[in-house]
Structure formats: C-alpha cells, structure tokens
C-alpha cells in the first residue's frame, strides 16, 4: 500500500525545524523523510527551469514533484509507524495549503515561529554566507525584496514576508482545524529541546521521552561563513515591517510578543 505523510513541519526557515526533524527521526513510532525537503506541495507540477535568485535554479531541480516520486520517499514505512516531512516553505506559500487540505486533509501540521526580525537577518545572513547574497546590508537586500519577488526569486529571498506568520496563519485556520495544527516557539526549541520535543511526540500521537540528544546547531555545507548578529539600527529597520502582523499572531496564538516589537 502506497504511503503519504501524516504529518508535515511547515516552517518557518531558520527556525530550528531541522534540527526538529533530526531529533524526531530518532523516535522509533516516527519516520522521516530523505530529503527532509521535498518541496512537493510548493507547485502543481514541474517547478521553473530558469531565472531566479543566484543559486534558484540548481535548488528548484531538487523539488520532488511528481506524485510517485514523492511516495516512493515513504516506501517500506513499517505499519503502526507515522510518516513526514519537513518543508519549511509551506506555511509561508498559501498555495501550499491548498494543495496539503486536497491532498492530507487529515494531517497533523507543525510549524515553529521565530522573532520575524530575527528570522528575517538569520535568512539574509545564511544566503551571505553561501556566497548568494550580493547585498551586504541587510537594510538594503530588505528594500530590495519587493523587486525581487516581482522578479521570482524563490522563497528563500523573502525576507520580510515569510515572517508575517498572522497572514499565513489565518489562511492556514481557514482550511485546517487549529486542533490538527501545533505552534511552538523557537526559544521553546532552544532552551527546551527534550520538552519541546515530547510535545510534539504527544501532538503527533507516539510515546514522549524516547528521543535525547536534540541537535542544537544544524549548518547547510553551503554556507562557509556567518555574518555578526543583528544590530540594533538593523533590528530598527527590520521591526517596522512587522509592525501590523505581530499583533495578529499574538491574537491567534495567545503568546505574549511584546519583544518581537521591541
């Protein structure tokens, strides 16, 4: 019998979620894809073959996109075991969550939110040290970011916009029951790793306390280098642009993100 996922991590990038998918790897009810990124719900059938950000091309020629293809990543998947993947673009493409609520109208959905200022220059700051980011400012690569999305740069070049979780999260309640939809904070992960693990292990149904040794750090090979954290002028300019959505998400989640506006 063909198998598809019961579950998905959905974002967002650079939040912690490969080091969530290792982890959760090692749970012996649990399995997880290879490649941790398929990308398969990003389009309706081949993705472009040109033009992009620097890199887009090479990484659209990893999508999984066809349907037996994406199948045969959850071949031999023992019974009474669960299935996913870790595609972080998901939450922030809506289009995605059609094509999840068509496909896997049942599936259990995981995303981890970051501070977006803090996302946003963690992003800008890994696509420099790929050697694919040609601005050097932060500030600049963000008012850049409109042209390039008009452009078609890839997701990963939305710097600003892939953190304005209040509109994909309403978007996403808008098809899926928010009780098949868990929402965890990043600090969560990184200062409680084996608890917040154990939660999604009872999220998802599987036996808690099973997996130690959560990974901290999880760096691509690509990237060779790092730039300084944000600084205050930086986080200044990024902040401005989340301004009207971080209210939002504190509404739908009932957090409290004074210090994402500060």
Request: glycine residues 8%.
């Amino acid at each position: 019998m063909r198998r598809l996922p019961d579950f998905l991590l959905i974002g967002a990038p650079k939040c912690g979620t490969s080091a969530l998918h290792a982890a959760l790897s090692r749970h012996p009810g649990l399995f997880l894809s290879t490649p941790k990124e398929p990308k398969f719900f990003l389009t309706d059938g081949p993705p472009p073959d040109s033009g992009g950000g620097p890199g887009d091309v090479p990484t659209w020629r990893e999508h999984v996109w066809q349907r037996a293809a994406y199948e045969a990543l959850f071949a031999g998947v023992p019974p009474g075991v669960l299935c996913g993947e870790s595609t972080v673009f998901y939450l922030y493409d809506q289009e995605s969550h059609r094509r999840i609520r068509e496909l896997l109208p049942d599936a259990r959905l995981i995303a981890v939110l970051r501070d977006p200022a803090e996302r946003a220059h963690s992003n800008w700051a890994h696509l420099r040290g790929a050697d694919l980011e040609p601005e050097a400012d932060f500030a600049a690569a963000l008012d850049r970011e409109p042209e390039r999305i008009e452009a078609g740069w890839a997701h990963f070049w939305h710097y600003a916009a892939q953190g304005r979780y209040g509109e994909q999260l309403e978007h996403l309640f808008g098809l899926f029951p928010r009780e098949q939809v868990l929402l965890l904070r990043y600090r969560e992960l990184r200062d409680a790793p084996g608890e917040t693990v154990d939660r999604v292990c009872r999220f998802l149904g599987v036996e808690p306390g099973l997996v130690t040794g959560v990974p901290r750090h999880h760096v691509r090979p690509d990237v060779s280098g790092r730039t300084v954290g944000m600084v205050p002028t930086e986080r200044a300019v990024a902040v401005t642009r989340f301004a009207d959505d971080v209210p939002r998400v504190a509404e739908l989640t009932g957090w409290d993100l004074t210090a994402w506006q500060e």
